[in-house]
């Protein structure tokens, strides 16, 4: 019998998997230089979310962020951990994050080519109670030839050259989307402090038997968002019901979706009309990543990888999964909008 337990001396950690896809496409390194120092702040996110409880980090900093959450004090930390990685990686020249208001520009002497749209610490409503969180982020290069602004981040997914979340889950797993390549997945392995290779070109289901969102606010739901729920609930066509599932932390609920398939929905309804999830650092990297695995990401009208932000904390509706499901709501969405 084999033993599965030998110690692998060939392993493909995220950073030989970049440097690799790099080399094929005669890249300058810049791009693997941006990853290991986001891998190195995700690393640090990691070590800190698991001792949060004993090294005080658990409560409320005595704050609000830029959209109006509660900061807690490890929202704090990711942030500093994430920003100050990423300046030191002299690949960036501007980073969004969910914390901060205006648009962080890096000092001259350090700048690069890439722009970085990051949620630090998503989900972080459940930090107190234990449940996954993660970090979302999104690089875009910069296109424009003026100084570093907010205005370089205002890019439609589309130009995405990578995103993908990193999940604090029963383990660390951070996902990978490239513009060159597919979805991949990378765990963090303890014992040697590296990201490595377990899921290559990850494809979503073309249909899945789960439907995922906040019903809390069925008070609010538009029809076609109440018709679409209704035949999740109760098929007409004598098949079995779908599963509800609602996590409440995006990188949850989405890698959950990615890896069983269904659908995840975060509509826009009479309370928030413009939606309530962000599209630089949660929409367009949720979506570019379900894209790349072969789903569907969309507010309902239009894809989400073709809107032109206007805002760099612009708001959006969310639905997104497999394509037989996603198409499905479309088609209810199309039906409502034509009466």
Not at 107 to 117: H, P, R
Not at 119 to 136: A, H, K, M, Q, R
Not at 275 to 291: D, T
């Amino acid at each position: 019998m084999t033993d599965r337990s030998a110690f692998d001396t060939n392993v493909i950690t995220m950073t030989r998997f970049v440097m690799e896809e790099g080399r094929r496409a005669k890249g300058t390194g810049e791009f693997t230089q941006l990853l290991n120092s986001l891998c190195t702040a995700i690393k640090a996110i990691s070590t800190a979310v698991r001792k949060a409880g004993i090294a005080n980090l658990y409560g409320i900093a005595g704050s609000t962020n830029v959209t109006g959450d509660q900061v807690k004090k490890l929202d704090i930390l990711s942030n500093d951990l994430v920003i100050n990685m990423l300046k030191s990686s002299f690949s960036t020249c501007v980073i969004v994050s969910e914390e901060n208001k205006d648009a962080v520009i890096v000092e001259t002497e350090k700048q690069g080519k890439y722009i970085v749209c990051i949620d630090p610490l998503d989900g972080s409503s459940n930090i107190d109670c234990l449940v996954s969180i993660g970090t979302i982020f999104a690089i875009y290069r910069k296109v424009s030839s003026d100084q570093p602004s907010g205005k370089d981040a205002l890019q439609p997914g589309r130009n995405l050259v990578a995103a993908g979340y990193a999940l604090y889950g029963s383990a660390t797993m951070l996902v990978l989307a490239t513009s060159a390549g597919g979805v991949n997945c990378f765990m963090l392995d303890p014992a040697i402090g590296e990201f490595i290779l377990v899921d290559r070109d990850v494809k979503i289901k073309k249909k899945g038997n789960i439907y995922s969102l906040n019903e809390g606010y069925a008070k609010y739901f538009d029809p076609a968002v109440t018709e679409y729920l209704k035949k999740k609930k109760f098929p007409e066509d004598g098949s079995s019901p779908y599963g509800g599932r609602y996590i409440g932390s995006m990188v949850a609920d989405v890698h959950r979706t990615l890896v069983y398939g269904g659908i995840f929905l975060y509509p826009a309804n009479s309370k928030s009309p413009k939606g309530k999830l962000r599209l630089l650092y949660e929409c367009n990297p949720m979506a570019f990543v379900i894209e790349k695995a072969g789903g569907i990401a969309t507010t309902g009208h239009q894809a989400i990888l073709d809107i032109v932000p206007e805002d760099i904390h612009q708001r959006v509706p969310v639905v997104l999964g497999s394509p037989d499901d996603v198409k499905e709501y479309l088609e209810i969405v199309k039906k409502h909008s034509a009466k």
